[in-house]
């Protein structure tokens, strides 16, 4: 159980075009869902967090226009990453918290999207 | 604020060998203790995890111990295989701040034949 399904695993998107990446929660709901950045050999960097019917908060020095986040349903979430620009290139992971559980709950991962701008 | 801070690697063992990945941490609540493990190009997988002070969580031949009196939660494993190879990252989530997790930088292991 506990299942975090991300699309996509990869891609690879022109300079200036808009990319949309989705984190789905597919045997539990899911209250709240956390975006992470990663860059190579290093560690995860938190972008915001997601809670559904609610807009994202984000991190400080993330741009919340730039990386859109929508949690439309316990199921779902979704991050835009718009305009997109070769420093954007990265690997996106998504994590999600089953609904109302306590605080000792882990967070359950997705398999990460790996996003390259030429 | 809350932290986790985690040994520097890389680590390279032989297989066969005994692992220790140390991790300590900083709470002012009473946190919940995670270790997760990523391989490569995928997400994280919890490896396992430990809820109040003095549990052992233990996965896979894994295992570490919540120490509330060192505030640690050190990774083991009697004997690690190439599929071990892997980054492994402590956590730690808290009470008081709302489901918020709190990761180490990861420790990158290389298992050698």
């Known amino acids: 159980g506990a299942v975090v399904s991300q699309h996509p695993s990869w891609v690879i998107c022109k300079s200036g075009t808009s990319v949309k990446i989705e984190c789905r929660s597919l045997?539990?709901?899911?209250?709240?869902m956390f975006w992470y950045r990663q860059f190579p050999k290093q560690s995860l960097m938190l972008m915001a967090t997601?809670?559904?019917?609610?807009?994202?908060?984000?991190e400080q020095g993330v741009e919340k226009d730039k990386f859109l986040i929508n949690h439309a349903s316990l199921t779902l979430s979704t991050l835009t990453v718009t305009s997109a620009h070769p420093e954007d290139s990265s690997f996106y992971i998504c994590?999600?918290?089953?609904?109302?559980?306590?605080?000792?709950?882990?967070?359950?991962f997705g398999n990460g999207t790996r996003l390259t701008v030429t | 604020g809350d932290s986790v801070t985690q040994m520097e690697g890389p680590v390279t063992l032989s297989e066969e060998a005994f692992l220790t990945i140390n991790c300590t941490y900083t709470?002012?609540?009473?946190?919940?203790l995670f270790w997760y493990v990523q391989y490569p190009g995928e997400g994280l997988q919890l490896l396992l995890k430990?809820?109040?002070?003095?549990d052992k969580g233990s996965n896979k031949g894994f295992e570490a111990t919540y120490r509330k009196e060192t505030t640690s939660f050190h990774l083991e494993k009697g004997s690690v295989q190439v599929s071990d190879s892997a980054v492994y990252f402590c956590?730690?989530?808290?009470?008081?701040?709302?489901?918020?997790?709190?990761f180490g930088t990861g420790t990158s292991l290389t298992v050698i034949p």
């Open positions: 997601s809670n559904e019917g609610s807009k994202a908060t984000y």
């Open positions: 709470a002012t609540g009473y946190p919940s």
């Open positions: 045997d539990f709901q899911a209250t709240t």
């Open positions: 956590a730690l989530s808290a009470t008081n701040t709302g489901n918020q997790f709190y």
């Open positions: 994590s999600a918290i089953y609904r109302g559980t306590l605080y000792n709950s882990p967070l359950h």
């Open positions: 430990a809820t109040k002070a003095d």
